[in-house]
């Protein structure tokens, strides 16, 4: 009998920390951010290759309501040769779309590239999009919700 009310004290008081933590802050959207270091020497070239690709890209995806914005940020005090140069963030109403697939937003998704690289065969985007691959290397991903502190009563 002990046990029981054990394990339901402890799942009663696990269920309530999220609605105690829900009196700090309202939830707000979310961001996907991706962090890159440059390749030696080819930070310039990236940045191009960003300009002409990314950016509109990122652009064309907020307008068509993919995203609701997004944010480019440097680094620009790197404590090693393994952190991060630059980070790219794009913000979505929430995790649902942030992180799961929609066939609908596959479309967009694709209509886009084709009109950012000109074609839309897509093993010549592959090709156009390669290069950034050597000018860059992948050091994480995050996904973090925004939040809204309530101010104290």
Same mark, same amino acid.
């Given at each position: 009998?002990?046990?029981?009310?054990?394990?339901?004290?402890?799942?009663?008081?696990?269920?309530?920390?999220?609605?105690?933590?829900?009196?700090?802050?309202?939830?707000?959207?979310?961001?996907?951010?991706?962090?890159?270091?440059?390749?030696?020497?080819?930070?310039?070239?990236?940045?191009?290759?960003?300009?002409?690709?990314?950016?509109?890209?990122?652009?064309?995806?907020?307008? =068509?309501?993919?995203?609701?914005?997004? /944010?480019?940020?440097?680094?620009? #005090?790197?404590?090693?040769? !393994? +952190?991060?140069?630059? %980070?790219?963030? =794009?913000?979505?109403?929430?995790?649902g /779309?942030?992180?799961?697939?929609? #066939?609908?937003?596959?479309? !967009? +998704?694709?209509?886009? %590239?084709?009109?950012?690289?000109?074609?839309?065969?897509?093993?010549?985007q592959?090709?156009?999009?390669?290069?950034?691959? !050597?000018m860059?290397?992948?050091?994480?991903?995050?996904?973090?919700?925004?939040?809204?502190?309530?101010?104290?009563?």
């Amino acid at each position: 009998m002990k046990r029981i009310m054990l394990v339901v004290a402890f799942a009663v008081g696990w269920l309530a920390m999220p609605a105690q933590a829900q009196e700090h802050f309202t939830e707000g959207p979310v961001w996907v951010i991706d962090y890159y270091r440059f390749e030696p020497d080819r930070g310039d070239d990236y940045l191009k290759w960003v300009r002409t690709y990314a950016l509109p890209t990122f652009t064309e995806g907020k307008k =068509q309501g993919l995203t609701l914005d997004f /944010k480019v940020f440097f680094n620009t #005090a790197r404590h090693d040769e !393994k +952190d991060w140069d630059v %980070a790219f963030a =794009q913000l979505f109403p929430s995790y649902g /779309k942030a992180l799961d697939y929609s #066939a609908e937003n596959e479309a !967009k +998704d694709k209509a886009i %590239a084709a009109k950012v690289t000109g074609t839309k065969d897509e093993n010549k985007q592959r090709e156009m999009e390669a290069p950034r691959l !050597k000018m860059r290397t992948h050091v994480g991903t995050s996904i973090v919700r925004e939040v809204t502190l309530k101010p104290m009563s």
